[in-house]
């Protein structure tokens, strides 16, 4: 009788630490691994991971791996995660830098086959995937509404991990016409 | 219309008695269109029972009744009526002079029946207005 | 009248609209020029700020790789990166090659600015060469070369030439930003005065508007109020004409009644004439002076069985005849005997002469004379003979003999 109690106790016991160890294999946050293995992965499903990241200014970009760790970042951190897990998904991406008054600057990532930009201020709203044109211009205008603001002007840039350094590839100016930027004539 | 003396709405009520029926409807006609309320009977005998319903403020009749003479029967009403006019109206043409000394006593007023309506009218209306 | 006013208010009201719309569009326009405006000020502003922002981007790039040539220090290094992006290539990487793209950018439509962006990014581009190969020396270790590099660079002839540059940009931007901003001042200095001017000229317009509709109105009032008086006048003439109508129908109404009272009178007394005729039993004739008979009494008929229509306008002789004062005839008379049949030869004969027997009537009749109790027969359609005593009077209308009325009094037969 004293036995079969102890083997019950034991058990449970066995239970409780099984549970604690894989307490942070189960609560642990999302890797980059995690996010390249994903087998079902779209934009609105990459989006909906950072549903609960922190805003933090870093004026460099981040690492990814310590981005994903601390769930503290700003714009450009996560746009560049984009455009390199999506990048890798298949998905054409742009990266856009938007230059507005009195503001600083915000960087999404553009991703053609939805028509849509991921925007790090979208991220804890259901829709994290704001719908636009394809053109820097277009992108541009729709990135200073919602900040209620003017843009002045907007550059496509590259980024790779390795390099750790913007490219500029190309910059659209608010005052031109249309006609003359360098991504027309594809406004549709 | 009689002077009411403070305007009272009520018609003056006239019987008429006579025994031919067109002389009773053209007096009714005219009597009623000139504001007064008429009773109309053929007989003495009928004469007797409206006065005693409805007492006339003046009574018209003929000389010749089928029932009675028309003289007797204003007698007679007199003894009921003794302050209401009664006027003899007759077709009957008497000599001026009986009707002087003799009707004119025993009625308040003595017509021909070819007198003008109008003359009717007038008498009635003075006998009315005392 | 109306139709006249109403098109001219029409009018007044395009005119109105017109001009409206023409101050509504304006307005927009002068947003949309504000709009405009303020994206060149902001514009302009950028230029600015990255022109400056090169220039210190190559202090900082240039101050770096001299430190990091000294000192080696890596955090320097760090910071000629950061400032000259990745060296060699395009100039498109680093806060140097953002700001030097964006600088050209901005000023793809300012040729003047434009030019003297591309000498700056020649010259920025230099200051990058030289730290690239400064820095490609320091790596290969080879001193004497990073020695001679920097004994040759002009690096503060080239810096300030780069700020001569770069002050120039800015101020040749600050003009245009000067001019760029009078023109939006006095263009919404136009645009207010044409909304105020569009305003006032609406408001005139309204005025004339209100003044054609009062003016309207006002007639409209006098043509009503017209309108009713003449109606209020025709109402009078038909109230005083109904009333005219009820006084003459009143008056009808009278003299029918009148008339239909004034007939029966008339019957009456007609009436009661034939009453006193018909009651009479002796036979009553009424003749003409021809000696017609127009009128008898019910006595006659039941005497001689004649009706009423057999002997109107018939002579008296076919009824009765008069007995001369033939002793013969007295005695027929007074000896009833056998019917008289016997004597009718005798009669007939006497008949026959036109003697005095019918003479004596017209004679006592033209003369005006009453003929009493003669002998006479009466004859009923039997033929039977009765004896009677005719009384004749003539008839009179006003002292002119017209006629005669004969009464027969019929001896009583003793059974």
Redesign the interface.
Known sequence: MAGRRNSRGRRAFGALCLALALAPVLLRAVTLADLLSDPEMTPKRFADYFENFQYEYHEEVQDPVVFLRTQRGDCDDYAILSDYVLGRRGLETRLVHVRMVGQEAHDVCYVVSVRSYLDYNLRAYYRNLERSGPTVREIATKVAESFKSNWTSASEYTYTYDEGVKHMVFTVVKTDSPSEDPDYPNPR | MTAGSDGTPMKKHILIVDDEANIRDLLEEFLTHNGFRVTTVPSAYEAQQTVKRDAPNLIISDLQLEDSDGLDMIEQLKSTLPKTPMVLLTGVLFDPKVVRETLSKKVSCYLEKTSSLARILHEVQRLLAV | MKDQTISRILIFFLFISAVLVYVAYESVRNIDRSM?S???V??T??VILEVNGVLSSVRAGDSAVHTYVITGDPASKAVC?EAF??LGG?L???EL??HL??A???T??EPAQHDEILRLIGLAGKRADFARALLAAHQSGDTGSVRSLLAADEGAEANREIQNLVRKVTSEEMALLADRDQASYLQADNTRKTVWSGVVIDFLLLGGVAWLIRDDIATRRRAAAALRESNEQLEARVLARTADLASANEKL??EN??R???N???E??LR?NHLIVNSISDLVFVLTKAMNISRINPAVVHQTGFEAEELINRPFSSVVQLLDDNPGADALLLNPGPPLAAVVPMIGGIMGSEGPLIDPLTHALSEGRDLRDLPAIVEDRRGRKTAASLTLFPLRDRDKVVGGVAILQVAQEKA
């Open positions: 405009a303020s994206d060149w902001n514009h502003h950028e990166h992006g990745v395009r498109d990487s680093g090659g953002e793209q964006v050209e950018a901005d793809r439509n109404l009278a009644l009148e239909r009272w004034g029966q009178a008339l009456h007394q009661y």
